[in-house]
């Protein structure tokens, strides 16, 4: 089913198309689990809507294009998902001038890759695309126009162009080592291993011949961002056992540049031969126009009348020196030479031996870590990072977000006696009790906050519940959680509605079901 978003408008086939891939979030468990609402209606919890900041995490890669002017935007997710993210896209006044379309995949086939999503909406793409996760969280200082250009510019026109970023401090828990085989001097990509955080590099001679400047570093990591030309569609519709994007396509691509196989056999299809005069040949002004039949019968009678006059002027008719009076005996051209003409044959046909080969290119552009942080919340970690990016970084999130304790009304809802630190966010209508402190934490909207609460560095979504006298330190608090009077809760990540009983002490747990009270609820 298609489901159109935005501004309906009637314009030229844009320059690049957007292809927004919104998975389930199985990494970011139990922050996605599926919740039971009045405990008899079943609802989802899209990633793409969790909140970065207090902003859906889907609303910043759409900003990022609606920055570098892309207006087509293909979203694709899980069936029952697209309700969701459609109703924020449709109400949502930051999409700017983008034309959203959506496209749905079953929740059931868990087995589908990246490259068989696109594989299976080829037909909705219609020009080089580029192809990103809705978990990619750019600083405000990467411009998505940095990797247009080096696309655009690029004379050998590559099938591929990726973003790289500098990784900043990796605890235990963060994204593997990966190594990339780059070549500094021509901006070739030359080398992604297939699948993160192995200990060993399958390299070839080829590779090497290829690029003998090649450099290899860890330094960098996968955004999974990417420009894709439109004929790697092709290839993935004549390439079936593809299913994955970042484990085997683009590493596949990597190493078709310098495999003369690979080049001989789908060559043609990533990199088609066109004339390069076709172009001129449509706008030329002196190209002969076709000729009917009757005009070409005419204008041939023409012509022999015409000759036939001259030769009758010259003499050369039947009576004359003619062709007709070269006597048989005399050839007008000497006999064919069959040892020449074999030779002739065997130096074509090593001429087409010789025909080289299509040329194909993967490039690159690096993102420096001192330029801004860029991230993929696409873990639980990476998550809680990305928030803690929003809280560092005013210009992550919309002035809107960042609490000022001067506004009105939004301040009557916070106790004068509340303690609200300048690195906090609070969202629109959330209550906060007397002697509460919150310190280095993101609360989202509508939620109450009781007396005596002690919040540092926590995410707590919207309509939560915390009661008097809880002490929250390094959490994950989901949407509508109740957690009664006098918990403890450290180190630990709650999926939606789940309610904590009175009085417990919980420590770097996860809770994914309810824990039902008959005495629990909101007051």
């Given at each position: 089913?298609?489901?159109?978003?935005?501004?309906?408008?009637?314009?030229?086939?844009?320059?690049?198309?957007?292809?927004i891939?919104?998975?389930?979030?199985?990494?970011?468990a139990?922050?996605?689990?599926?919740?039971?609402?009045?405990?008899?209606?079943?609802?989802?919890?899209?990633?793409?809507?969790?909140?970065?900041?207090?902003?859906?995490?889907?609303?910043?890669?759409?900003?990022?294009?609606d920055?570098?002017?892309?207006?087509?935007?293909?979203?694709?997710?899980?069936?029952?998902?697209?309700?969701?993210?459609?109703?924020?896209?449709?109400?949502?006044?930051?999409?700017?001038?983008?034309?959203?379309?959506?496209?749905?995949?079953?929740?059931d086939?868990?087995?589908?890759?990246?490259?068989?999503?696109?594989?299976?909406?080829?037909?909705?793409?219609?020009?080089?695309?580029?192809?990103?996760?809705?978990?990619?969280?750019p600083?405000?200082?990467?411009?998505?126009?940095k990797?247009?250009?080096?696309?655009?510019?690029?004379?050998?026109?590559?099938?591929?162009?990726?973003?790289?970023?500098?990784?900043?401090?990796?605890?235990?828990?963060?994204?593997?080592?990966?190594?990339?085989?780059?070549?500094?001097?021509?901006?070739?990509?030359?080398?992604?291993?297939?699948?993160?955080?192995?200990?060993d590099?399958?390299?070839?001679?080829?590779?090497?011949?290829?690029?003998?400047?090649?450099?290899?570093?860890?330094?960098?990591?996968?955004?999974?961002?990417?420009?894709?030309?439109?004929?790697?569609?092709?290839?993935?519709?004549?390439r079936t056992?593809?299913?994955?994007?970042?484990?085997?396509?683009v590493?596949?691509?990597?190493?078709?540049?310098?495999?003369?196989s690979?080049?001989?056999?789908?060559?043609?299809?990533l990199?088609?031969?066109?004339?390069?005069?076709?172009?001129?040949?449509?706008?030329?002004?002196?190209?002969?126009?076709?000729?009917t039949?009757?005009?070409?019968?005419?204008?041939?009678?023409?012509?022999?009348?015409?000759?036939?006059?001259?030769?009758?002027?010259?003499?050369?008719?039947?009576?004359?020196?003619?062709?007709?009076?070269?006597?048989?005996?005399?050839?007008?051209?000497?006999?064919?030479?069959?040892?020449?003409?074999?030779a002739?044959?065997?130096?074509?046909?090593?001429?087409e031996?010789?025909?080289?080969l299509?040329?194909?290119?993967?490039?690159?552009?690096?993102?420096?870590?001192?330029?801004?942080?860029?991230?993929?919340?696409?873990?639980?970690?990476?998550?809680?990072?990305?928030?803690?990016?929003?809280?560092?970084?005013g210009s992550?999130?919309?002035?809107?977000?960042v609490?000022q304790?001067?506004?009105?009304?939004?301040?009557?809802?916070?106790?004068?006696?509340?303690?609200?630190?300048?690195?906090?966010?609070?969202?629109?209508?959330?209550?906060?009790?007397?002697?509460?402190?919150?310190?280095?934490?993101?609360?989202?909207?509508?939620?109450?906050?009781g007396?005596?609460?002690?919040?540092?560095?926590?995410?707590?979504?919207?309509?939560?519940?915390?009661?008097?006298?809880?002490?929250?330190?390094?959490?994950?608090?989901?949407?509508?959680?109740?957690v009664?009077?006098?918990?403890t809760?450290?180190?630990?990540?709650?999926?939606t509605?789940?309610?904590?009983?009175?009085?417990?002490?919980?420590k770097?747990?996860?809770?994914?079901q309810?824990?039902?009270?008959?005495?629990?609820g909101?007051?």
């Open positions: 089913m298609d489901i159109i978003q935005g501004h309906d408008k009637s314009r030229i086939t844009p320059e690049f198309q957007a292809v891939l919104a998975g389930t979030g199985t990494n970011l139990p922050l996605t689990r599926n919740y039971l609402r009045g405990r008899t209606i079943e609802e989802t919890v899209p990633k793409a809507l969790l909140p970065i900041g207090n902003k859906p995490m889907i609303s910043f890669p759409l900003a990022w294009l920055a570098a002017g892309i207006v087509e935007v293909l979203i694709i997710c899980p069936a029952s998902h697209r309700q969701a993210i459609s109703h924020f896209i449709h109400s949502s006044s930051d999409i700017g001038s983008l034309h959203c379309t959506f496209q749905t995949i079953d929740d086939d868990e087995a589908i890759g990246t490259a068989d999503v696109l594989r299976s909406f080829a037909g909705q793409i219609q020009t080089d695309f580029i192809l990103l996760p809705c978990d990619f969280i600083p405000p200082s990467l411009s998505l126009s990797l247009l250009n080096t696309y655009r510019m690029d004379t050998d026109q590559p099938q591929l162009a990726a973003l790289l970023y500098e990784k900043g401090e990796v605890g235990k828990d963060g994204p593997s080592p990966l190594a990339i085989g780059m070549c500094l001097k021509t901006n070739t990509l030359s080398y992604i291993p297939s699948g993160e955080g192995r200990d590099l399958e390299l070839r001679m080829s590779l090497m011949w290829h690029s003998p400047t090649v450099r290899f570093t860890t330094r960098y990591l996968d955004s999974h961002v990417y420009i894709m030309r439109h004929t790697v569609l092709a290839l993935l519709a004549e056992d593809i299913s994955s994007v970042k484990e085997e396509l590493p596949w691509l990597c190493r078709t540049q310098y495999r003369t690979s080049r001989r056999k789908y060559g043609s299809i990199n088609p031969r066109k004339n390069p005069q076709a172009l001129a040949l449509i706008h030329t002004t002196t190209r002969t126009r076709p000729r039949t009757a005009a070409k019968n005419d204008e041939s009678e023409e012509e022999e009348d015409g000759l036939s006059a001259v030769k009758r002027g010259l003499g050369l008719g039947t009576g004359g020196l003619g062709f007709s009076s070269i006597p048989p005996s005399m050839p007008s051209s000497p006999p064919p030479n069959p040892r020449l003409n074999m002739r044959r065997g130096s074509t046909a090593g001429v031996k010789q025909k080289p299509p040329k194909l290119r993967c490039t690159y552009v690096t993102h420096a870590l001192e330029d801004g942080v860029a991230t993929r919340a696409n873990t639980v970690k990476s998550y809680f990072d990305a928030n803690r990016l929003a809280l560092h970084d992550y999130v919309p002035a809107a977000h609490p304790q001067s506004s009105q009304p939004h301040d009557i809802l916070i106790d004068p006696k509340a303690q609200i630190s300048t690195d906090s966010i609070i969202g629109a209508s959330t209550r906060i009790g007397e002697r509460t402190s919150v310190k280095k934490s993101v609360i989202g909207s509508h939620c109450i906050i007396k005596g609460v002690k919040i540092s560095g926590c995410i707590i979504m919207d309509h939560t519940v915390i009661k008097d006298g809880c002490k929250l330190d390094n959490s994950i608090f989901s949407r509508h959680m109740v009664n009077e006098k918990c809760v450290k180190d630990c990540e709650a999926a509605g789940v309610i904590l009983a009175a009085g417990g002490d919980f770097g747990e996860k809770f994914e309810y824990e039902f009270d008959d005495e629990d909101f007051d």
